[in-house]
């Protein structure tokens, strides 16, 4: 049974950052293609970061450059890294697993506002 843990979301001002973390079980992370997503209301969830099981990193072309998806094996978890938070970032984040077929966390609030 795959489970997906998100913690680290909240509130945080224009210009700060914040680090999203991603607690698995019952996959493996460093085999698995791994991502976050974001979602506001009214909107269909997006893709945020990904990486996959060789390692190489994608990412939306609105956080380039500000977000970092890492894999930490040892832990078996997955984070994102995000600086220069803008208040479009504020939304639901959630961990993606693609393992047969999605798998999701309960998803954590990010709220960028001064």
């Known amino acids: 049974q795959v489970q997906l843990v998100e913690s680290g979301g909240g509130l945080v001002q224009p210009g700060g950052s914040l680090r999203l973390s991603c607690a698995a079980s019952?996959?493996?992370?460093?085999?698995?293609?791994m991502g976050w997503y974001r979602q506001v209301p009214g909107k269909e969830r997006e893709l945020v970061a990904a990486v996959n099981s060789g390692g190489s990193t994608n990412y939306a072309d609105s956080v380039k450059g500000r977000f970092t998806i890492s894999r930490d094996n040892a832990k078996n978890t997955v984070s994102l890294q995000m600086n220069s938070l803008k208040p479009e970032d504020t939304a639901v984040y959630y961990c993606?697993?693609?393992?047969?077929?999605?798998?999701w966390g309960q998803g954590t609030q990010v709220t960028v506002s001064s």
């Open positions: 993606n697993a693609n393992l047969y077929r999605n798998h």
């Open positions: 019952g996959i493996i992370v460093s085999i698995v293609p």
